[in-house]
């Protein structure tokens, strides 16, 4: 399979419309742990972009924001798993694997302490707690996206680990993420994670320092 790198036209073929932020947030999506492992060190972060691709051979993708270390590790190995979240995932769950740096902080610390280290049979970790199922994925082709890479992947296992529903990024924002609390301060707050850039103005190119996301998902406080 070959891919060329993700280059946006110079001039649009066909006139421009507005372009309502809003209305990509009404795309369906799900919420997953995607794991990965490198050199004997495990990492994982929170993504909502798994895509089933194709059915014989079973392939699937993911995109992944080239700003998180699990990227980088997929990139490098070429082997992943995705956790699929359920409804009942805690907001510290997402704290734990999506407003951290694996960088800085070993995400897997607290599940090896109480000595819980679930692995698939390519070696690496996956959630066990709030995950329905596991995929693993071996990278067969990757696009460049800009600010993220969509890697394309065969499954190399599957399983069932519950029946419980998936979580949706709908649910997430409805009934996960606590409400941010009412305040008097100039600034604006990022709709993704609730973190709060001080200040009059936010500038353009502003990216959470939590979450990763853009100036386009903050809102005036
Ligand atoms: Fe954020």
Redesign the pocket.
Known sequence: MAFSAFQPFDSLPFSQGKVEPEALFKLSYGLFVLTARENGADNGCIINTVTQLTVDPVTFSIAVNKANLTHDMIARTGAFNVSVLTCSAPFDLFREFG?QSGRTVDKFAKSRTAGREVRTQNGIRYVESYANAVLSGTVRASVDCGTHTLFLADVTEARVLSNEASVTYQDYFDHIKPKPEPKKKKGYV??????VYEGEELPPDFV??????GAS??EAL
């Open positions: 407003f990022c709709k993704i994670c609730g973190y959470c320092p939590i979450c990763k996301h998902d903050f």
